[in-house]
């Protein structure tokens, strides 16, 4: 073995043994990944629920007792008896005085076979009214059609029949506005979770070391520069990268437990799409790491970095944003860190196929920039500024 | 052999520039093999500048330091492998293990497999230290902390070896451990070089002593030659009387 092996490889190993023994930190990178899911599962339950809700609707019946049948499916369908209203909508539907009347003959006319006439009463000029008067309309069709399509079974009619054409309809429309909302918000947690969950060994192995006097010691050794940086990146970013997979498998789990149909979106994180974030957001990590690492080392104390590393933060959380209020975007934007990957991401989840000269286009440009940051660091590290925390 | 010619190095304080701080002036002096140096100085003498500039950790304004003929400053990485440090501010690695972190030191002076084994079993041993290997450093007190800093820096045996006062904060025993260390390293001729505040320890150990004082050489010799040209019969007062004035070492 050479010694530039088993240098970057004692090196190394002792990065990941620092890292994965820092149970607090470890906890705070990847608990990022685990609460995310839970936050954007809960939170996208209750945006669906509120968008296809159906509110109870009250109705004055008259002569319910003839048919419970039908009561009984209309308050399935959360049409109920006026008699069930709590008190504080009482003046509403008061107000809007819906009326069904069910005649005397139903059960007679039912067992016969002859048509039944049921009334509905409502002023239909009232706007609050046409929504709760359609529900009543479509519960009451369909009532109706379960019980023809008993009848035509019992004569030995295949119901089919009754259904020659059949229309399939297909949405074009662009997915809503709460669609892209939610995508928008797990595409910038991607991005997060990149930054977030190495942010801690990156810090710590950089300024942290050096604070606590071992980074000296370790400058003193005969090892390149080059070698350490690349060392603590790899450890920094190895984090970074077990946070994003958790965060996407996490994820694309429990994504299967929203049905983002009943909001006519679909959105599905399928292992194939799975394994394209995870290719496009390991070229990330390493940025972030690489970037966190390089203004670390810079800042005089531990105190100064934290907060100068936090503040770095604000670049994945506001690239994405800006590029959602661009109408314009300008070609050179998909190539660059970040923001390139947000775009692709975008398109994943909007179900467009991943333009994959854009994938290497914009991680090619992340990887190089990456690198260039490295070696201005392993350069830095050489200067007895950057060592000794001078100003 | 590590020699010294001509160290100047000024912090500036770029604010201030009356602030700035003259730390070397024209320091020079040579560590030879087969001998304990001690330098001694006292503080802010620019003890600790110049030991830093011979790793390589600062670089000089003026001058240069070259281990084993390699200039630092040209081949810092070549000049560092024949070096063993002991730094003036050590930490350790506190979620590692003592014997994790002699190997990692060991590891980057490019040692490995059962050579590595031997020599941290080794070192272990020389400075009674096996009971603490398996321990993470975290509750360590000063002694062993110095301990595993000493042991890390001695593990491949480096033909020479920088102490920045190594005993500060050993009890007697650890003392007197260090010293037999430094004497056998001395008899395989190896060049050690040190820095301290200890009268008793430098005239007991020094084969040779360097007194530094406001960033040059105030006066070397033999402690028994620094005590004959100050005209005194302890060190320490030798010590004093040398860097009390500049007109006595001109002599």
């Known amino acids: 073995m050479n010694l530039d092996f088993i240098q970057l490889k004692a090196l190394i190993v002792k990065e ?95 067992a016969e076979g002859k048509p039944i006439k049921i009334h509905l009463k409502a002023d239909y000029t009232d ?82 070391e050096r604070e606590r006097n071992v980074l000296e010691m370790l400058l003193c050794q005969p090892v390149s520069t080059l070698k350490i940086v690349i060392a603590k990146l790899i450890g920094a970013s190895t984090i970074s990268v077990i946070g994003v997979v958790l965060l996407l498998v996490l994820t694309s789990i429990s994504v299967g437990f929203i049905d983002l149909t009943k909001i006519g979106a679909t959105f599905s994180l399928g292992l194939s799409s799975t394994l394209v974030l995870i290719l496009l957001l390991i070229p990330i990590c390493f940025f972030a790491s690489a970037l966190q690492l390089f203004f670390a080392f810079q800042a005089k104390s531990f105190k100064e970095a934290q907060s100068t590393v936090t503040m770095i933060l604000g670049v994945p959380a506001f690239i994405p944003f800006v590029l959602m209020m661009m109408d314009d975007r300008p070609q050179w934007l998909s190539w660059l860190p970040i923001a390139g990957q947000s775009l692709i991401i975008e398109d994943i989840f909007k179900g467009v196929d991943v333009n994959w000269l854009a994938v290497f286009t914009t991680s090619g440009v992340t990887i190089a920039i990456t690198a260039v940051l490295v070696l201005i660091l392993a350069q830095r590290l050489k200067s007895e500024k950057v060592v000794m925390a001078l100003s | ?42 503080n802010g003498a620019g003890k600790t500048t110049c030991l830093r500039t011979l790793y390589g950790l600062l670089s000089a304004d003026e001058g240069f330091a070259t281990i084993d003929g390699i200039k630092v400053t040209e081949d810092p990485i070549a000049a560092r492998a024949n070096l063993g440090v002991f730094p003036d501010k050590f930490g350790l690695y506190e979620r590692l293990t003592a014997y994790e972190q002699i190997d990692y030191f060991a590891s980057l002076h490019g040692m490995t497999g059962e050579t590595k084994k031997q020599a941290i079993a080794q070192v272990l041993k020389d400075l009674d230290m096996e009971e603490l290997a398996h321990r993470k450093t975290v509750g360590f007190s000063q002694g062993q902390r110095m301990k595993v800093t000493l042991a890390q820096a001695l593990v491949h ?71 004959d040209l100050a005209g005194e019969e302890q060190l320490e007062d030798a010590f004093v009387k040398l860097i009390g004035s500049d007109e006595g070492v001109a002599a």
């Not at chain 1, 929504?131 to 059609?145: C, K």
């Not at chain 2, 160290?7 to 304990?36: Q, W």
């Open chain 1, 16 to 110: 990941y043994k620092e890292a994965f023994r820092d149970k607090r930190a470890l906890m705070a990178a990847l608990g990022f990944a685990i609460l995310a899911p839970i936050m954007i599962v809960v939170g996208t339950k209750i945006m669906i629920e509120k968008s296809v809700d159906q509110p109870p609707v009250y109705i004055k019946f008259t002569g319910a007792e003839y048919a419970p049948k039908l009561i009984t499916h209309l308050s399935d369908n959360n049409i109920l008896a006026f008699a069930d209203i709590p008190e504080s909508d009482q003046a509403i539907w008061d107000d809007r005085n819906i009326a069904i009347e069910i005649p005397e003959d139903y059960a007679q006319n039912m």
């Open chain 1, 127 to 208: 706007k609050a009214v046409l929504v709760p008067v359609s529900r009543i309309n479509s519960a009451v069709r369909e009532f109706s059609m379960t019980i023809g399509y008993k009848r035509l079974q019992l004569r030995g009619v295949d119901v089919r029949l009754l259904n020659p054409i059949k229309l399939v309809e297909q949405d074009t429309a662009k997915p809503d506005a709460t669609f892209m909302m939610i995508a928008m918000i797990l595409g910038m947690y991607l991005m997060l979770a990149a930054f977030m969950s190495g942010l801690s060994v990156a810090i710590d192995s950089s300024a942290g």
């Open chain 2, 1 to 42: 052999m590590i020699e010294v010619f001509n160290l100047h190095k000024s912090f500036i304080d770029k604010k201030d520039k009356k602030n700035t701080v003259k730390a070397l002036d024209g320091l020079s002096f040579t560590a030879k093999d087969g001998e304990i140096t001690g330098i001694l100085g006292p």
């Open chain 2, 157 to 227: 045996q480096p033909k020479n070896f920088v102490l920045d006062e190594p005993t500060r904060g050993l009890d007697v025993m650890s003392t007197r451990v260090l010293r037999n260390h430094l004497a056998k390293f001395k008899a395989k001729g190896h060049c050690i070089l040190f820095s301290s505040h200890v009268m008793q320890e430098v005239a007991a150990l020094c084969d040779r002593v360097i007194i530094v004082a406001n960033g040059k050489v105030a006066a070397q010799g033999t402690p028994q030659e620094l005590c």
